[in-house]
T-cell receptor, first 115, second 111 residues
C-alpha cells in the first residue's frame, strides 16, 4: 500500500478565504502531482513537481499555487476561494524509471466546497 | 501520447471474469499501456502495465495484441468491490511523462 496522505478530506469554506490543501508522502518519491476532478468528470493534471524547488503547471489551468520545499510535502494553496473552485483535489506521487515511472500512487482526495 | 478508446460501460456477474477492452491503434513503439481504476470518490489505483508482452499480477492480467493496437484487462474473478471506472492510458515510460486520464469504462459487477 502507498503511503500518501491528504488533509482535510472534506472542506466547506466561504468565498474569499485562503485555503491550503495538504499532501504528504512517506515513500521518498521525487515526483508529485495534483489533479482536479469534478463529480462524474475526468481527472485533470493541474500541477506537478519533479523534486524539491521544482514546480510546473499542468494541462488544466488553475488559479491555485503549489510549493515543494521538502520532498515529502506538496501543499496546494488557493489565495481567495471562489465557488468555481468547488471540486475534488487528488494528490499523487511516483518514482522509478522506465515503465514503472508512471506508476502513480494517489491519496484519498480532498473534497472542497466553496459557498 | 497515443489516444485510447474504451467502452463507456460494461456489466459483469460476480465470480465471472471481467474483460475490459481498449483500442490504441496509434501507439508508438516506446509507449506502454497502463491500467488504473477509480472506485467511487476515491483516488485512482494502479493495476498493471505492459509494453509488448502479456502481464499478470495479483490483481489482473493484461493481454496486448501482437500489433499492440489493442489490449484487454482481465479480472479473473470479479467481485462487487471491483465495481469502478477503469482507465486505459498509453504513454511513454518514465515519470517524466504524464498520465492523461480519459473517461474510462464504468464496470458494474452484479450479484
Amino acid at each position: 500500500e502507498a503511503d500518501i496522505y491528504q488533509t482535510p478530506r472534506y472542506l466547506v469554506i466561504g468565498t474569499g478565504k485562503k485555503i491550503t490543501l495538504e499532501c504528504s508522502q512517506t515513500m521518498g518519491h521525487d515526483k508529485m502531482y495534483w489533479y482536479q476532478q469534478d463529480p462524474g468528470m475526468e481527472l485533470h493534471l493541474i500541477h506537478y513537481s519533479y523534486g524539491v524547488n521544482s514546480t510546473e503547471k499542468g494541462d488544466l489551468s488553475s488559479e491555485s499555487t503549489v510549493s515543494r520545499i521538502r520532498t515529502e510535502h506538496f501543499p496546494l494553496t488557493l489565495e481567495s476561494a471562489r465557488p468555481s473552485h468547488t471540486s475534488q483535489y487528488l494528490c499523487a506521487s511516483s518514482d522509478g524509471s522506465g515503465g514503472r515511472g508512471n506508476i502513480q500512487y494517489f491519496g484519498a482526495g480532498t473534497r472542497l466546497s466553496v459557498l | 501520447d497515443a489516444k485510447t478508446t474504451q467502452p463507456t460501460s460494461m456489466d459483469c456477474a460476480e465470480g465471472r471474469a471481467a474483460n475490459l477492452p481498449c483500442n490504441h491503434s496509434t501507439i508508438s513503439g516506446n509507449e506502454y499501456v497502463y491500467w488504473y481504476r477509480q472506485i467511487h470518490s476515491q483516488g485512482p489505483q494502479y493495476i498493471i502495465h505492459g509494453l509488448k508482452n502479456n502481464e499478470t499480477n495479483e490483481m489482473a492480467s493484461l493481454i496486448i495484441t501482437e500489433d499492440r493496437k489493442s489490449s484487454t484487462l482481465i479480472l479473473p474473478h470479479a467481485t462487487l468491490r471491483d465495481t469502478a471506472v477503469y482507465y486505459c492510458i498509453v504513454t511513454r515510460g518514465g515519470s517524466n511523462y504524464k498520465l492523461t486520464f480519459g473517461k474510462g469504462t464504468l464496470l458494474t459487477v452484479n450479484p
